[in-house]
């Protein structure tokens, strides 16, 4: 039985702005701005235009493979089976990494309201992602839906604080110079990369050919705009120096203009926000794991598809190994480790489309900007990105994730003498 087409371009691109804004950005702008200072809206648009590169060439290779795999599809249908083994552990392993961490703040939102041991939280807001996912797409992407828009109306409440302050700041000044700017930009790029985790709803897209692409180009500006705003607002509302010191910038800036009662506010806005990321990234998840056991990678059980058209076991098995990280308590590399296998993916779909344009040199349909004949830039342009931005990750995390990739290599060679005995 095949996943059902139920995703319209909105949800689908209220689905790629929710998985894209995540968590991080609550977090990772008083880091940039106390590197950057005033200008720090400039990281994020340099961060953003970074990131689309990337996107480009995920957006072309979604309309051509419109599979649930994702950047494992790509990498398996240009560079080879193998390969598109190791994207595909690679991935599944930073989703459920991610998933585990950001469970985890999640809790630590409950917690300041239940009183609830963050363990406990954690696996709460798992449990609760796979009821939901199990119950069908459409009911998981009307989920999506609002908690990103909830997730949405935080950032907006920002800009609604700072903007009228705007003329009080030079928003021109780098504290640490252009420098500083792409040192904040490579901290703020991780906030962009959601877009890897969006493709994988390709077959439960209706048309995904025509709006896949969209949805990724719509989601990313968006994004885009929001983040720059966000940004401006922030230096406006308060003095750079001070958001750039604080742990928690923006429930800074929200109490500082409406009082300590608005801090419970923010405190939910912050549980839809951590827990609509926990809920698509294992929606991410789940299509990837049922792709691989569509291809025979993996047992193909995981391909078992329920009455509601969900790919029941692979959902079950991808909340119940996440529910397990979330106990193993310090996981404060995940971030890093993730960022890596992100990177070394993006290289190699982004080579992918490279190989795909020479193999395809009349290729209808969506055709990613910025060619030299029939040769993607973009591609090029992802390619030498995602690999300097490796450099700004700290050794272990590259040790680590090189560590698994390796274990990815032997996975595949014992997969290998599995099918032929």
Not at 5 to 13: A, N, Y
Not at 97 to 117: C, E, K, M, Q, R
Request: with cysteine.
């Amino acid at each position: 039985m095949a996943l059902a087409r139920e995703l319209g371009l909105f949800t689908t691109t209220m689905a790629g702005i929710g998985v894209i804004l995540g968590a991080g950005i609550y977090a990772l702008i008083g880091e940039a701005i106390a590197i950057s200072g005033p200008g720090a809206w400039m990281s994020f648009l340099f961060a953003g235009i970074v990131a689309a590169f990337s996107a480009m060439s995920y957006a072309e290779l979604s309309s051509v493979y419109p599979k649930a795999g994702g950047g494992y599809t790509y990498a398996r249908e240009e560079l080879g089976e193998k390969i598109g083994f190791l994207t595909g552990w690679a991935l599944l392993f930073g989703i459920m990494l991610s998933s585990a961490t950001v469970s985890i703040g999640f809790s630590n939102y409950l917690n300041a309201f239940l009183n609830i041991p963050p363990t406990i939280g954690a696996l709460i807001i798992v449990a609760m992602s796979c009821g939901i996912l199990l119950s069908g797409i459409r009911e998981s992407g009307k989920v999506a839906v609002v908690s990103t828009i909830i997730e949405l109306s935080g950032l907006l409440i920002i800009i609604f604080i700072g903007l009228p302050h705007i003329s009080s700041v030079n928003l021109f000044e780098m504290h640490s110079g252009f420098s500083g700017v792409i040192t904040g930009a490579a901290i703020i790029f991780f906030s962009y990369l959601g877009f890897e985790d969006l493709v994988k709803l390709a077959e439960e897209v209706k048309n995904p050919k025509k709006n896949m692409p969209r949805a990724i180009i719509l989601s990313l500006i968006l994004v885009g705009i929001i983040y720059i705003l966000v940004a401006i607002a922030a230096v406006s509302a308060m003095p750079w120096q001070t958001v750039g010191a604080s742990g928690a910038p923006l429930s800074d800036i929200v109490v500082s203009s409406f009082g300590p009662d608005s801090l419970a506010v923010i405190s939910i806005i912050a549980l839809f926000a951590t827990g609509n990321t926990v809920l698509l990234m294992l929606l991410a998840g789940s299509r990837l794991v049922y792709s691989m056991a569509v291809d025979k990678e993996i047992f193909s059980v995981f391909a078992t598809v329920n009455r509601h058209k969900t790919p029941s076991i692979a959902i079950i098995a991808i909340c119940g190994i996440t529910a397990v990280m979330t106990l193993v308590g310090n996981i404060g590399f995940a971030a890093s480790m993730t960022n890596f296998t992100l990177f070394v993916s993006f290289i190699l779909v982004n080579l992918s489309l490279i190989m795909f344009r020479r193999r395809n040199k009349n290729h209808k349909g969506f055709r990613a900007p910025l060619n030299m004949g029939n040769f993607p830039l973009v591609g090029l342009f992802g390619i030498l990105t995602s690999a300097a931005f490796i450099f700004f990750l700290d050794l272990t995390a590259i040790l680590t994730g090189s560590i698994l990739f390796a274990l990815g290599l032997l996975a595949f060679y014992v997969k290998e003498s599995w099918k032929k005995k």
